[in-house]
């Protein structure tokens, strides 16, 4: 059984992590706009992935015999700006989510639920890989140049 302390942290990333959908998908359809199809396509597939996130916390609060919760969800910021400007705030906002999601294992090491732990080391591990992937190519918008940004838009329109 799952704490109830344990359960309301996790409802808020639950909350935290559909937010990080609406944000991809704003993201997506500004870039959209701006004719960077590629770039918009990636975003959609992390808007995809961030609602897996939700979801995947929702059913592990409900098998350890709690409830799941969906609180209000804010409005995300508008006007991103340049690929470059978008993705710095992709980098920056994975690292938030990272530490969010070690507070999280914090708390479930602070209430010794083991179960707890195991099931976040997943999250742990996809916010490295997160972090690294954003990481990656935010320093490859850095050098890329106009044309170079075309190529990378390009590229990260094949995610499948």
């Known amino acids: 059984?799952?704490?109830?302390?344990l359960q309301n942290a996790i409802n808020g990333q639950i909350t935290a992590e559909m937010?990080?959908?609406?944000?991809?998908?704003?993201?997506?359809?500004?870039?959209?706009?701006?004719?960077?199809?590629g770039?918009?396509?990636?975003?959609?597939?992390q808007w995809s992935e961030e609602m897996e996130h939700a979801v995947g916390l929702a059913e592990y609060v409900i098998k350890r015999g709690g409830t799941a919760?969906?609180?209000?969800?804010?409005?995300v910021?508008?006007?991103?700006?340049t690929p470059l400007e978008v993705f710095q705030?992709?980098?920056?906002?994975?690292?938030r989510v990272t530490e969010?999601?070690?507070?999280?294992?914090?708390?479930?090491?602070?209430e010794k639920d083991k179960a707890t732990q195991h099931f976040l080391m997943g999250?742990?591990?996809?916010?490295?890989?997160?972090?690294?992937?954003?990481?990656?190519?935010?320093?490859?918008?850095?050098?890329?140049?106009e044309a170079g940004i075309l190529v990378l838009d390009s590229q990260l329109g094949q995610r499948a």
């Open 69 to 75: 919760k969906v609180d209000k969800i804010d409005v």
């Open 123 to 145: 999250y742990i591990a996809e916010q490295i890989e997160e972090e690294a992937t954003s990481k990656g190519i935010l320093d490859k918008l850095k050098k890329a140049g």
């Open 19 to 37: 937010w990080s959908a609406n944000l991809y998908l704003a993201m997506a359809f500004h870039l959209e706009v701006e004719g960077y199809d």
């Open 100 to 110: 969010m999601i070690s507070k999280l294992v914090d708390l479930a090491v602070a």
């Open 39 to 45: 770039f918009a396509h990636w975003m959609k597939k």
């Open 89 to 95: 705030h992709v980098y920056e906002h994975e690292c």
């Open 1 to 5: 059984m799952i704490t109830e302390k």
């Open 77 to 81: 910021p508008e006007g991103w700006g």
